[in-house]
């Protein structure tokens, strides 16, 4: 099962922390995970990458029209062979985030139908965002352990979410970084 | 090819080359932009036509990509505001708060009340202005050459007052962590306040004029609509999204700033064609007038700058923040990430005509090469936003 950590105070007032849960699955979850957020109606708000010591990290963003809150989902990557799976055929409109986050760290999204460049020229030879290895950081910097609790007991959606990770191959149960 | 071919060079670069591939015999491949007056700037636009009817649209992007989001990531938190003002020309001031906003939530900067009363008022002024412009612009798309200059006229107005707090007439960089760069001064209010009394009139004269125009309706009604489905699958926001009926206004639905205490509709059309979006537009001035106003009699005394806020090189604690607002397009948001030194250390802007545009592919396809124009301008697109 994968790690799934969400924030301790979900039902903190609105606006503390500009998120309600963020859960960190495997790369083979997320279109499990974002199909599952469609039917309840999520949108995406953008897909964003980040380059850290542990490797290249996706979040993506949704937030709702009527239910208060944003849904971070943390995908870790490895460095040398960065490839996620696209969620274009899930919401559309990921499409040109995907196209934009590979532009900016060279990272694939395997399945999207349209791999052109979106934003930069296709001769450029090193993604621009990726960071010099001294300056990266780890991401307990960045997502501090005393702002997290392990699995997300208790939150509703996010233990929705949980239980549907890792159901699929069996490669889905190795379990993702511990942040 | 043959050598002499008359067609020689005429077949694109590679993203016209890859969009030709999937083409139909017989139909004819157009290239719309990045110089074309409907574009507005520099949207590149792939088209497949059959006759004037186009099967498929493919928007090509990039060509005012400043990478913005990289320049972030070489400069000072401080340093980073004159660049909000340059994402989005129209609506600096919202992106003056997106960026103000993510750091002082990162930080924990608390902004003075009467800080945060000048930024609504400017904001909302800022917003009229985009909207203003839009509505000129996109009636210039549609043939339409007079609006533009009765726009003009108020947008000046506007332009004057906020040039006299902000120091700009454009690229607005008036927001500081914990505040704003200065006073409401004595004649700002007063000047304000001539304004939100003119624009009633003004808003039924455009009414009269242009709104209720049977040619104009002709050509937006049941053009390019926008069902609730697309709009989500798309993530569209903004004035896009309340035009298919869809109250989420970030205003209200995460509320920033002092906005909650001001009584204001959202205003919603059902329709989600393009006169929806329109009309959702030139209510949305009303609103902001309504705002200006209760913001303008509500303004409380005290310090327009935290005494002790952060200024020049100055060290936010490590960690991340995500902070949104609502811009004149939609949804405007930046995540921020920092490793506790003075330069940020991931700044990913969100912005809403990035998103409102991907849904043209699927919205053009089988309108006419008229509609399809139609459909861009209603869309309110910034390219240097959506290109960052």
């Known amino acids: ?179 | 090819m043959i050598a002499g071919d008359p067609c020689r060079g005429l077949e694109g670069d590679s993203y016209a080359q890859t969009f030709a591939l999937e083409a139909r015999e017989e139909s004819l491949i157009l290239n719309m932009g990045p110089q074309h007056p409907s574009t507005h700037g520099v949207l590149r636009v792939l088209l497949e036509m059959d006759g004037e009817y186009v099967l498929r649209a493919e928007p090509v992007l990039g060509y005012i990509h400043r990478m913005h989001e990289a320049m972030g990531q070489n400069r000072a938190y401080l340093q980073f505001f004159p660049n909000m003002g340059r994402v989005d020309y129209l609506h600096a001031l919202a992106w003056n708060w997106a960026w103000a906003g993510a750091v002082e939530r990162l930080a924990e900067i608390e902004v003075p009340e009467r800080a945060e009363y000048i930024r609504v008022i400017t904001t909302e002024l800022n917003r009229i202005n985009s909207h203003l412009l839009w509505w000129g612009a996109y009636l210039l798309d549609l043939g339409a050459v007079t609006p533009i200059m009765y726009a003009f006229e108020d947008r000046e107005i506007v332009m004057d007052i906020l040039q006299e707090i902000t120091g700009s007439r454009l690229t607005y960089a008036a927001f500081r962590f914990g505040g704003v760069v200065a006073d409401i001064s004595p004649g700002f209010a007063s000047r304000t306040r001539e304004f939100l009394d003119r624009m009633p009139g003004r808003l039924e004269m455009y009414r009269d004029l242009v709104t209720d125009n049977a040619i104009l309706r002709g050509r937006l009604k049941d053009v390019g609509v926008i069902d609730e489905m697309m709009a989500r699958r798309y993530g569209a926001t903004g004035p896009v999204l309340r035009g298919s009926g869809i109250a989420y206004d970030v205003r209200r639905a995460e509320p920033y700033g002092v906005y909650n205490r001001f009584e204001f509709p959202i205003p919603t059309y059902s329709e989600g064609d393009s006169l929806a979006r329109y009309q959702v537009r030139m209510d949305e001035i009303e609103t902001s007038l309504a705002i200006i106003r209760q913001a303008l009699d509500g303004l409380p005394e005290g310090h327009f700058m935290l005494p002790d806020a952060p200024r020049g090189k100055w060290k936010p604690p490590a960690g991340e923040s995500y902070f949104a607002v609502e811009g004149a397009r939609g949804k405007i948001g930046i995540y921020l990430a920092s490793d506790g030194s003075e330069i940020p250390y991931r700044v990913k802007l969100r912005s809403p005509s990035f998103s409102n545009l991907s849904l043209f592919p699927e919205l053009a396809e089988g309108t006419l090469l008229s509609d399809a124009v139609a459909i861009l301008g209603s869309l309110d697109l910034v390219i240097p936003e959506i290109d960052r």
């Open chain 1, 1 to 179: 099962m994968p790690e799934l950590t969400s924030r301790l105070g979900l039902a903190l007032p609105q606006g503390e922390s500009g998120r309600d849960a963020a859960l960190t699955i495997a790369p083979e979850d997320i279109r499990l995970v974002a199909e599952r957020l469609l039917c309840q109606d999520w949108f995406l708000e953008d897909i964003c990458g980040l380059d850290v010591a542990e490797g290249l990290a996706v979040l993506y963003h949704f937030a709702h029209w009527s239910r208060p809150g944003r849904v971070v989902l943390r995908v870790m990557l490895p460095r040398d062979n960065p490839e996620c799976p696209s969620i274009e055929g899930i919401y559309p409109g990921a499409g040109w985030h995907e196209r934009e986050t590979r532009d900016f760290f060279g990272i694939n999204f395997t399945g999207a139908a349209n791999t052109m460049p979106l934003l930069l020229d296709e001769s450029i030879e090193r993604p621009p965002l990726l960071k010099p290895e001294q300056a990266r950081i780890s991401t307990n910097q960045l997502w501090p352990h005393g702002e997290w609790v392990g699995p997300a007991k208790g939150h509703a959606l996010a233990e929705e979410l949980m239980s549907i990770c890792g159901t699929g191959e069996p490669g889905g149960q190795t379990g993702g970084e511990t942040s």
